[in-house]
């Protein structure tokens, strides 16, 4: 991971802040927070260049789960953020 460690990415994913990110020339923001006591809403936008619509969401009732789910969803041009991590570059701009 470029600027900083992967490990620690993936903990601030299981704690829903918000993150900003770039691969392959695109920026990319995750965001997650709990609409009622019992349910999680996870996502990934594309900011730059916009583009309408999820790249990633994850609805359900577990932060762990959704944080599983990000990490093997192929988001990154068909590939899991294990298998593309060494080129992401977490900016938090």
Do not use: L
């Not at 789910?69 to 701009?93: H, L, M, N, Y």
């Amino acid at each position: 991971m470029v600027n900083g460690d992967a490990g620690d990415f993936v903990d601030r994913i299981y704690s829903c802040q918000d993150t900003v990110f770039i691969y392959n020339g695109v920026k990319y923001w995750f965001q997650g927070y709990m609409p009622s006591s019992d349910t999680v809403h996870m996502e990934v936008v594309q900011v730059d260049p916009e583009r309408d619509g999820y790249v990633w969401e994850y609805n359900g009732n577990s932060i762990s789960k959704g944080q599983g789910s990000f990490q093997k969803a192929p988001i990154f041009d068909g590939k899991t953020f294990w298998e593309a991590e060494k080129d992401v570059e977490w900016t938090d701009e």
